[in-house]
Structure formats: C-alpha cells, structure tokens
C-alpha cells in the first residue's frame, strides 16, 4: 500500500524558510523510474507544479520558482525535502507531495498526500 | 511556462454531458500524449482519472472520457451526476525543462 504524509510548519513568517518533509512507504525512491513531486495549492486556487526529484537523483523546478526551490531525497529514510525560501504571504498554500512513474508511460501523480497547510504571516 | 488553459467553470444537469477543455502549446500538449485529468472534491487531495490522454484508471467510471486534438486536450463526462460536482485540472508533460504543466482547473457544478 502506497502512502505519502506531508510534515513541517503550519505557520512561518516573511523572509523564512520553509522546510517540508514528505514520508513515504509502499515504493522505494531506488526502483527507477520512481519519482516524486511537490505540488501546492493557494486557498481557492488552482494547482502549481513546484519540483520533482527522480530515482536517480535529477531534480526539476518550476521556472518561475527556481531560484528559491530546493528538493532532495534521502531513500533510507523514504523522505524527500522540499526547502523555500524567502517566504511571503502569496506563498501560503496547501503543499502536496506526489508520486508520478517518471520514466515514460505510464506519466500521470498515482499517489497522493493529503496535503499541509503553511501560512505565510508575522 | 505558462498554465494551461480551461475554463474557470462549466456546468450541466443531471443526465447531461459536459466537456471540459484544456489549451496548450506546441511544447506540451501539441506534442506529447502525457495529458492526465485530476478529479478534487472540497478539502481534498486530487484524484488521477484519465491518463495519456484517454486512458480510465480501473474503477473510474465510463462515464469520464478524454480525448485530444492539437493543442487541445479535452475531458468529457456523460450522464452527470451529482457526485461529479468537483474541481477538475488537467496536467500536462513540457519536455524535460518543465516536466509537468497543470491547467487553471474548472469547477464543475451540477444543477
């Protein structure tokens, strides 16, 4: 059985660092073609694709976000990080950590956390 | 890269069908079959329900079907019911730079 939980602060204020932990179980982060993904979501926004860090450790970033993003696994601990800086109020929103077979076909997130809630407020 | 386009929302009675729309380029849609639609209900995670365009995850319903022509991939549901009132995202692989390109989303509403 395939689960992923989101962890880290609900609160953080301006100017801080977000630091975001993903556990998960059922897969391995070794097995290739294996990949996870960050995904966050405003209050009554749409969904905006942040990160992915593959089986073999390449790593991708949202354009737009590339600059303040960094994603890392650690496979002994099924983990993966997620760290933002600089954060601001437009950045509050739910973050999702997301499974996805990276290698080709099949291409689609499969898993899904239940998602965390960070607020972005002094 | 920009998001890819759907309509803010769309709605329909029970019974009726319904599609949703989804706008890319000739760098995402226009030249992958990546295309997968994301099923989120009110405080909830998405839900994978149609893959690589057309293809239903075992227990989705035949009701939902996805299709594509040009840069325009497209979602339709049939026989709505009111369990289908939900936000729907469509996602998209850009190449190996932007591995994954989400849509607006479009509420769905039904009557």
């Known amino acids: 059985q395939v689960t992923l939980t989101e962890s880290g602060p609900a609160l953080v204020k301006p100017t801080q660092t977000l630091k975001l932990t993903c556990t998960f179980s059922?897969?391995?982060?070794?097995?290739?073609?294996?990949?996870v993904s960050w995904i966050r979501q405003p209050p009554g926004k749409a969904l905006e694709w942040l990160a992915r860090?593959?089986?073999?450790?390449?790593?991708y970033y949202s354009t737009s976000l590339k600059s303040r993003l960094t994603i890392s696994k650690d496979p002994s601990k099924n983990q993966v990080v997620l760290t933002v800086t600089n954060m601001d109020p437009v950045d509050t929103a739910t973050y999702y950590c997301?499974?996805?077979?990276?290698?080709?076909?099949?291409?689609?997130?499969?898993?899904w956390g239940q998602g965390t809630l960070v607020t972005v407020s002094s | 890269q920009s998001a890819l386009t759907q309509p803010a929302s769309v709605s329909g009675s029970p019974g009726q069908s319904i599609t949703i729309s989804c706008t890319g380029t000739?760098?995402?849609?226009?030249?992958?079959?990546?295309v997968s639609w994301y099923q989120q209900h009110p405080g909830k995670a998405p839900k994978v329900i149609v893959y690589?365009?057309?293809n239903r995850l075992p227990g989705v319903s035949t009701r939902f079907s996805g299709s594509k022509s040009g840069y325009t991939a497209s979602l339709t549901i049939s026989g709505l019911q009111a369990e289908d009132e939900a936000d729907y995202y469509c996602?998209?692989?850009?190449?190996?730079?932007?591995?994954?390109?989400f849509g607006g989303g479009t509420k769905l509403t039904v009557l």
């Open positions: 997301a499974r996805i077979r990276c290698g080709g076909d099949p291409y689609y997130f499969d898993y």
């Open positions: 059922g897969f391995s982060l070794t097995t290739p073609k294996m990949c």
């Open positions: 860090i593959d089986w073999d450790d390449d790593k």
């Open positions: 000739g760098s995402d849609i226009g030249s992958y079959h990546l």
């Open positions: 690589e365009v057309f």
């Open positions: 996602c998209s692989y850009g190449g190996s730079s932007t591995p994954v390109i």
